[in-house]
């Protein structure tokens, strides 16, 4: 087998184990088992199988955030340069939700090991996630201009939980659809991607939190004390 061919081999058959049976349960073996080469040729690839996992993960999160700034810059072109915060929000979110729900996708052996990569926390891709930050920051640019007077911490804050509510749905859909008794659809794509957009824009816009009520003062035995005044 041609070089090529090994580690795609090797990729192939790594990110079908993984998705099937997590992170945990598969060993380098199992691997070159599935794949039909020798444990020397995962090594001369990849080194290790932290190694092999991150490839992975880098590779369909490459293709995701891709999908997402292509939708970023059509939404700001659209827009002669500045995109509404329903556009940024959509295109922050919408690939990585189709990507993963929907009946078209989430068989998929992509799709699969994905929900793998949000539900276990597994060094490799923690560390990716808390490296690769530059094309959230590309939003959080255009979040900027969208809502010029608002704080670049609520701006942060917004994009943060937006994301976690991506994801939040995609590790917990088996429980919502439980919960609910099948009454919230997990296939109708769009409508969770509408979901999530309306709760991360009414974040973002419904204004200042208020100020606390100042502290009322203390009554002693009915009065004011010199020290309440």
Not at 36 to 42: E, G, I, K, P, Q
Not at 74 to 103: F, Y
Not at 119 to 147: C, Q, T, W
Not at 187 to 199: E, F, G, K, N, W
Request: a positive charge; one cysteine or more; aromatic letters at 4%.
């Amino acid at each position: 087998m041609a070089s090529d061919q090994t580690r795609s081999a090797i990729l192939a058959a790594a990110e079908r184990l993984y998705a099937d049976r997590g992170f945990g349960d598969v060993t380098l073996r199992d691997i070159v088992a599935e794949a039909n080469v020798n444990l020397a040729a995962v090594n001369y690839h990849f080194g290790s199988k932290d190694e092999l996992i991150a490839e992975l993960f880098v590779t369909r999160s490459i293709q995701t955030n891709r999908e997402r700034l292509n939708e970023l810059k059509a939404a700001e072109e659209n827009g002669g340069g500045r995109a509404s915060i329903e556009d940024i929000m959509r295109a922050l979110v919408g690939p990585t939700l189709r990507g993963c729900l929907g009946p078209d996708r989430e068989g998929s052996t992509a799709a699969r090991f994905m929900i793998r990569a949000s539900i276990e926390s597994v060094p490799p891709i923690r560390r990716i996630k808390n490296r690769e930050v530059d094309h959230l920051r590309k939003f959080a640019a255009a979040m900027r201009r969208a809502m010029p007077g608002r704080d670049d911490t609520e701006l942060y804050w917004g994009l943060h939980f937006a994301l976690a509510m991506a994801h939040h749905t995609i590790r917990e859909k088996e429980r919502l659809l439980r919960l609910s008794e099948g009454k919230c659809d997990l296939d109708d794509v769009r409508a969770i991607i509408d979901r999530v957009v309306t709760v991360s824009v009414m974040a973002l816009t419904m204004g200042d939190v208020p100020a606390k009520p100042a502290a009322r003062p203390v009554v002693v035995h009915g009065r004011l004390t010199r020290q309440d005044l």
